[in-house]
């Protein structure tokens, strides 16, 4: 998730509005910025690695002329936080700048073909490859306009660019697929933005543009087509009522729920992994003579799934360690023949770096997942994968969870195929599935929430929680747990469903709320058993369940249902969105605010 912006005014200098617009999208990426204007048939670019702040103390982003650019602050996913990274990006001859979030899906291919046509490369980046596509298409005598829209026709995964050029300066050119884009029209300026935070104390008057189209601004103002067919697209601006901070979450309010919101959208940002990471794990994975999965709290629960996964897909046995208990637990047998996945949104959990460091230091090989390039986590790890879900700001992790647990599949999946455990029809129709994952999300949001929201209300004052599941879903309940008590402040258990009748089950009394997590799979005979032990004991029983499971709707008090047709090894990720929106909702109903619970903070840097 980066942010993107341009400005085109009648008058006057674009390059403060861009700077000031850049601060404000900061919350969508902060490794690096930049800027790029057109005056008197020149480029004018100023960009390097750090926030906007950092970049501007250094650079003076105010003072570049002309009054039309594009402005760009970035959220690393190819290629590291470094000034030749940072956006815009050119053309081989500096005529072109494009500034882009989303992920390019098939930009090797496309940086192999336009290098072998003599293009030169200056960056890490995907998005390079669309200023030298556009390049080439000038100059075989496209227009600017449609010269983009060639470019744009050749990129697969998801993009909202914005391009300028010398020989057309008096027009920006945006196009959509898959990442937001807003078209902001004042009174004598135009906009475009990732975000309407970035023009709002501009203009009120706003055009969301839509998957496949694209928008040329100009003086005239907005022109959008339909990059198929060119087809004209007329579509009037909305008047925009929020203020500046509710613009920021989108409306929503609170960043915890404008992120669950967004998980669709970050589970597909996480299928565009390129193969060559994916492959690169698997390999030391395989390899590997003993495998430690290393993390904290949320990662933890990420790498408890994965631990599953690895071993129903792979046959790979490896040990899930909560990193503050890892030197004590294992410390003393880590070798040269071990291998520590470690897995941290932020990448700078003191806990997860210091068992790191221990494996290290014992010469283990150290493996990486993580959300943020550039981190101290990738900076120590042998090789690392992001999990690119872009920057998180609520301080209970939800998106970066699923994202994390589809990136674990996903490498699963490789191993199993490596090791020769999985055959390529079932990984295939395992990669199919976890296509199918963004959109089963959406329909719980869309379906679920209102209901989630009343059981909220039901179970508000309730004292204690018990969340069961068993094999995989242990991993889902403990999320479901941790979720609850962190931001709505309620005390939860979690257990291994089958080991709650070994003590837990004496706190069961009459109306004690327990959740279970159960998918169609194959713990769920077993589970129901769990269930009907618990009722027998005056529990409330509020069960996740596949759509249509009419034996266990019979059993529980309260169901919330998931589409069918989720492989075992993948529920974590739909069945944890529930258990995220109740424990979001039950913060609402109990008067919490669920972006600050107390004593918390988003990156713990300290042992
Ligand atoms: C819970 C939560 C924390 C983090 C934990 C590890 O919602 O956010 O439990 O998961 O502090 O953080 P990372 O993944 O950054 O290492």
Same mark, same amino acid.
């Given at each position: 998730?980066?942010? #993107? ?5 009648? &008058?006057?200098?674009? $390059?403060?509005?861009?700077?000031? %617009?850049? /601060? =404000? !999208? @900061? ?106 596509? #556009? ?5 075989? &005598?496209?227009?600017? $306009?449609?010269?983009?829209?060639? %470019?744009? /026709? =050749? !990129? @697969? ?127 030391? !994975? ?128 490789? !191993? ?192």
């Amino acid at each position: 998730m980066c942010g #993107i912006f341009g400005c085109l005014l009648k &008058g006057g200098s674009a $390059a403060p509005l861009i700077h000031v %617009a850049l /601060k =404000r !999208l @900061e919350y969508r990426g902060y490794d690096s910025v930049g800027a790029a204007t057109v005056y008197e048939g020149r480029l004018y670019v100023k960009k390097d690695q750090g926030n906007v702040d950092a970049v501007h103390a250094k650079l003076h982003l105010d003072n570049l002329p002309g009054r039309l650019g594009i402005g760009h602050t970035r959220w690393a996913t190819h290629g590291a936080p470094l000034q030749k990274n940072a956006h815009p990006q050119l053309d081989c001859d500096n005529r072109i700048a494009v500034v882009h979030n989303g992920v390019l899906e098939n930009f090797s291919g496309l940086r192999q073909e336009l290098e072998e046509r003599g293009h030169v490369f200056r960056s890490k980046t995907d998005t390079e490859v669309i200023p030298h596509l #556009i390049e080439e298409s000038m100059k075989a &005598g496209l227009g600017f $306009a449609d010269a983009v829209r060639e %470019a744009v /026709k =050749r !990129l @697969e995964g998801s993009y909202a660019i914005a391009a300028i050029c010398t020989q057309e300066p008096d027009k920006i050119v945006c196009a959509r697929k898959e990442s937001p884009l807003v078209v902001g029209i004042g009174d004598s300026s135009i906009y475009c933005a990732s975000d309407i935070p970035a023009f709002l104390p501009l203009t009120k008057r706003a055009i969301a543009m839509r998957d496949g189209e694209f928008a040329i601004l100009s003086d005239a103002g907005a022109e959008i087509k339909k990059i198929a067919d060119w087809s004209p697209v007329e579509r009037e601006p909305e008047t925009i009522t929020w203020d500046l901070e509710m613009a920021e979450k989108l409306g929503y309010p609170y960043f915890m729920i404008k992120e669950i919101h967004e998980q669709p959208e970050s589970l597909r940002n996480t299928l565009r992994l390129q193969d060559t990471y994916l492959d690169l794990m698997a390999t030391f !994975l395989d390899r590997a003579r003993e495998v430690f999965l290393v993390a904290c709290g949320t990662s933890y629960h990420a790498c408890l799934a994965a631990s599953h996964m690895f071993s129903k897909l792979a046959f790979r046995s490896t040990q899930p360690i909560i990193a503050s208990e890892f030197v004590q637990r294992a410390g003393d047998s880590i070798s040269v023949d071990s291998t520590v996945l470690a897995v941290s949104q932020s990448g700078e959990t003191a806990d997860t770096l210091s068992a790191v460091m221990h494996a290290s230091n014992r010469a283990a090989t150290i493996l990486g997942l993580t959300n943020v390039i550039g981190s101290t986590l990738t900076r120590v790890s042998r090789t690392y994968t992001c999990q690119q879900s872009g920057p998180e700001i609520g301080v209970a992790a939800t998106k970066t969870f699923t994202a994390q647990v589809s990136v674990l599949a996903q490498i699963a999946i490789k !191993l199993g195929e490596k090791r020769g455990k999985l055959f390529h029809e079932e990984a295939k129709t395992l990669r199919k599935k976890l296509q199918q994952i963004p959109e089963i999300v959406e329909r719980i949001i869309a379906t679920q929430e209102e209901k989630i929201k009343g059981l909220a209300k039901k179970y508000r004052d309730k004292r204690c929680f018990f969340f069961l599941g068993r094999g995989i879903s242990t991993a889902t309940a403990s999320e479901g747990m941790l979720k609850l008590m962190e931001i709505a402040y309620v005390p939860a258990i979690t257990y291994p469903a089958g080991e709650s009748k070994h003590g837990p089950i004496s706190l069961i009394e009459e109306g004690f709320p327990v959740v279970f997590v159960c998918p169609n799979d194959s713990t769920r005979k077993a589970t129901i058993g769990n269930i009907m032990e618990m009722k027998a004991r005056g529990a409330v029983v509020l069960a996740i369940i596949e759509e249509g499971d009419e034996e266990i709707k019979n059993l529980a008090d309260d169901y919330v249902e998931v589409p069918k047709g989720v492989p075992e090894v993948l529920t974590p990720i739909p069945y944890v969105v529930p258990l995220q929106l109740f424990a979001y909702h039950m913060a609402i109903e109990r008067g919490c605010n669920p972006d600050m619970p107390r004593n918390l903070a988003k990156s713990v840097t300290v042992l």
